[in-house]
């Protein structure tokens, strides 16, 4: 397994602003996901973020609004730009260690309320 | 287009009895299917998992069901406990992505 920590855990933000969130894993994995989870929905793959390399984004993400930078094998950050309220979602960042097939281990959430 | 789906937003069993969480799915190319547990406040934690090419896979008190045919898998837990409260995300594996449902919260009274 892997341990993986999140700041901030919470956040209200003004519409407009930027958030930057940092995702930290206790150990080396190649593979790391950011998510979101909008009240009462499921849990939407953003991106992947490979270490040295361009991050893989999903169909409805793009770069100028969550950009991803993953400088080692143990971090990563997502910001959330120009921020509305419709980005109000629980992001989660998720990594997979390889050991076991399809198992990614789920960093705790950041909480983000733009007002 | 949800290719994964958790038709009953919400559970209620009492203490003791057994739980039955269901999922849909519809891309018949998933290779692995997974159960996360979520608490509130915490990130989903993995539970239990089943390849595509078997039907059952037991762990303690949970156990996966997999029906190919008709796109459906399950998760038993029996019996069921206060602790088992919370909300549980059936996902499945396409290349190395997860595809989450929606969830299902799962309440165990005394």
């Known amino acids: 397994s892997a341990v993986i920590s999140q700041k901030p855990s919470r956040d209200i933000c003004q519409r407009g602003t930027s958030l930057t969130i940092q995702c930290q894993v206790d150990s080396q994995v190649t593979m790391m996901f950011w998510y979101r989870q909008q009240p009462g929905q499921s849990l939407t793959l953003i991106a992947t973020?490979?270490?040295?390399?361009?991050?893989?984004?999903e169909s409805g993400f793009v770069i100028d609004k969550f950009p991803i930078s993953r400088p080692n094998l143990t971090f990563s950050t997502l910001t959330v730009s120009n921020m509305s309220p419709e980005d109000s979602s629980i992001y989660l960042c998720s990594v997979y260690t390889g050991i076991a097939a399809y198992e990614q281990y789920f960093g705790p959430g950041t909480r983000l309320t733009v007002t | 287009d949800q290719q994964v789906k958790q038709n009953s937003p919400s559970l209620s069993v009492q203490e003791g009895r057994i739980s039955i969480l269901n999922c849909d799915y519809t891309n018949s190319m998933f290779d692995y299917f997974l159960w996360y547990k979520k608490y509130p406040a915490e990130g989903p934690t993995f539970l239990i998992s089943i390849s595509s090419i078997k039907d059952k896979n037991e762990d303690g008190r949970f156990t996966v069901f997999l029906n190919k045919s008709a796109k459906h898998l399950s998760l038993h837990i029996v019996p069921s406990q206060p602790g088992d409260s919370a909300v549980y995300f059936c996902a499945a594996s396409d290349t190395d992505k997860l595809i989450f449902g929606t969830g299902t919260r799962l309440q165990v009274f005394p």
């Open positions: 973020a490979n270490q040295g390399s361009e991050a893989t984004y």
